[in-house]
């Protein structure tokens, strides 16, 4: 059992081991200094120890050793000699990890041979490897000379957390290092960048001056050309320079635009309009269909141009080369990589606004011929409604009189057979007629809707009144095919300002459609509801679903839903392609929904319409 004594020596370690642990901890976060944290951590542990010597070894990539730190009592030296002496534990220290270098007394006190102990007076030896990361950064050493002495495990645990602690703060100072080396790469790199922008930034002022010119002559591809050729001339100082398109069909190059600067002494002669075939000059034009630039100087003797330095740079897009451009200087000058690149981005640039020119001319042409059928349509249509209504109205009379007339007389001299198949073709007869009267009637008023020559009239609705004299003439038809037909509206419906004429027409084709498409057995709901500032009509059928493929394309022009009129009524197909022209109209929107065996039409009309109108 541990004497009083004994224990409060036990005390006072424990608290010296966690004050000395805490300040080497205040040490990591508040130094970056790693030399003065090493010089102050052996000083810290020889006089914790109570020891004669205590260093910090380091080891260099080679496996060579240095003294990175040391602390000695007074009458103590540490001679360099004594380096071989750590030299000689290098290895096992490597092949080793900490946890297993601390595991027992026996494998962290290394015991060197007598004579070195005897060389270097030391009765006492203790050393724990300090890693950096899972390799050998150096060794903490402590060395009592003064007499024998047996290290306690406590004091061997305090010297490994330590340099658990030392190994924080390498990384942190090596981390310091690398940035403090990064920071100074980065300002130079920021320096040399900076030189690299400011010559960039001079030559992307000349391209955003020389395409902010071209895109200005958007819709003029001879004034792009001409741009495109005077700018390159006067901003990269010239002495001039063309363009050239190409006609791959025909095997051509014409120069279609030139600008050359003005020289009293000597002026390059004009080539506009030059025709060049491309199968002359094959070692210049197959490079430049293949979308690739090349310089060279002419030495050609000319008495007006002599020889000359040349740019040729394709003008070309992803859907072919369109044509060229010419730069050329005096014979001496040498074209650099980035007036090149310049050239290239205008090129590139001349290749979208010709392509955009093309094709802005292509859509004005076709917007005008659309313009013109349309023109040609109207006219058309609104010079024949008497033209179309007149012979289906004549025929409907003669279908009636003749049907009057032939009933008469057939009771007397034909048989009841006969009767009935001439009584049947003349109904046919009768019903197509209707049919073509209404498709008329329909196209003729979508056609008005179109071109909003039909007049829009509002006047206020009293829905109360209104929706039971709509629903009337449907209820005797929903009653014969054994159809529920109900109307669901509050009392306390507001006033509707539209037009009643167009509002008829609309809930009258839904009625229609859903009588047409019930089952027998089902219902029909026309139910009114206030929506915001809006008055919403939905007509609900049951027993009748539309599959989602089939409501994208419900409301087109002569559009049905294939076997879906269970009554065989047919129809134009322009009833809801009508709905919808007549909904917008009237400034509102119309929506289909269908599923779990219902179809519901919505009609959103907003309560004031707000369109320019005159109030009936």
Request: proline fraction near 5%; aromatic fraction near 6%; hydrophobic fraction near 40%.
């Amino acid at each position: 059992m541990p004497t009083p004594l004994n224990s409060l020596k036990m005390y006072w370690q424990q608290t010296e081991r966690e004050r000395l642990m805490l300040k080497m901890q205040q040490r990591i976060c508040q130094s970056l200094d790693l030399e003065e944290t090493l010089q102050m951590t052996v000083q810290d542990v020889r006089e914790f120890l109570q020891t004669d010597r205590v260093a910090i070894y380091r080891f260099e990539s080679d496996g060579q050793g240095m003294l990175a730190a040391k602390s000695l009592a007074s009458g103590w030296e540490l001679p360099e000699t004594e380096a071989s002496l750590f030299q000689k534990y290098v290895q096992p220290y490597q092949n080793s990890g900490l946890e297993a270098l601390i595991e027992s007394g026996e494998s962290v006190l290394v015991e060197p041979s007598e004579e070195l102990l005897a060389q270097l007076q030391i009765q006492a030896h203790l050393a724990i490897p300090i890693f950096r990361g899972k390799q050998l950064w150096g060794l903490l050493i402590a060395h009592h000379c003064r007499s024998p002495r047996q290290w306690q495990q406590p004091e061997i645990d305090l010297l490994a957390a330590l340099a658990m602690q030392l190994a924080i703060a390498i990384q942190q100072s090596e981390l310091y290092q690398q940035v403090q080396q990064l920071n100074s790469q980065l300002e130079a790199q920021v320096q040399e960048r900076t030189a690299q922008l400011q010559k960039a930034l001079e030559f992307e002022a000349m391209l955003k001056l020389i395409t902010d010119k071209v895109r200005d002559s958007l819709l003029d591809e001879t004034q792009i050309w001409q741009t495109a050729v005077r700018e390159l001339t006067q901003v990269l100082n010239l002495k001039g320079c063309n363009a050239a398109l190409y006609d791959l069909e025909q095997g051509t190059s014409t120069v279609c635009s030139e600008f050359v600067k003005t020289d009293e002494n000597k002026k390059i002669p004009p080539i506009y309009g030059r025709v060049q075939e491309l199968g002359k000059f094959p070692e210049l034009y197959c490079q430049l269909l293949q979308g690739e630039y090349f310089q060279f100087c002419s030495l050609l003797i000319n008495e007006d141009r002599g020889p000359v330095s040349m740019l040729v740079c394709p003008i070309f897009d992803d859907r072919g080369v369109l044509g060229d451009l010419w730069l050329v200087n005096d014979a001496a000058y040498e074209f650099s990589e980035r007036e090149i690149r310049l050239v290239q981005q205008v090129a590139t640039q001349c290749a979208i606004a010709i392509r955009q020119a093309r094709l802005f001319q292509a859509s004005v042409a076709q917007v005008e011929e659309l313009a013109r059928i349309n023109r040609l349509k109207d006219d058309f249509l609104s010079a024949v409604p008497h033209e179309l209504r007149t012979p289906v109205t004549n025929m409907k009379m003669a279908i009636h009189n003749l049907s009057t007339m032939a009933l008469s007389n057939l009771i007397v001299s034909t048989n009841e057979q006969n009767q009935k198949r001439i009584a049947h073709y003349l109904q046919i007869l009768q019903y197509e007629c209707e049919r073509e009267i209404s498709l008329i009637n329909d196209l003729l008023d979508l056609q008005r809707l179109d071109t909003r020559d039909q007049p829009l009239s509002l006047e206020p609705i009293n829905l109360s009144e209104f929706l039971p004299q709509v629903i009337k003439p449907f209820q005797v038809r929903a009653n014969n095919r054994q159809q529920s037909l109900q109307l669901e509206m509050p009392l306390d419906l507001p006033i509707l300002c539209s037009n009643a004429p167009g509002l008829e027409r609309i809930l009258a084709e839904l009625l229609n459609n859903a009588c047409k498409y019930t089952p027998p057995g089902e219902q029909i709901i026309v139910a009114v509801s206030v929506q915001s500032s809006n008055l919403l009509f939905q007509i609900v059928n049951t027993g009748v679903e539309i599959a989602p493929s089939e409501r994208s394309r419900i409301f087109d022009k002569f559009y049905r839903i294939p076997r879906a009129d269970p009554w065989k009524q047919g129809g134009t197909g322009l009833g809801l392609a009508l709905v919808k022209k007549l909904t917008e109209h009237l400034g509102g929107l119309i929506e289909v929904g269908s599923s779990n065996g219902k179809t519901c039409f919505s009609v959103f009309l907003p309560l004031h319409s707000e369109l320019n109108s005159t109030v009936g």
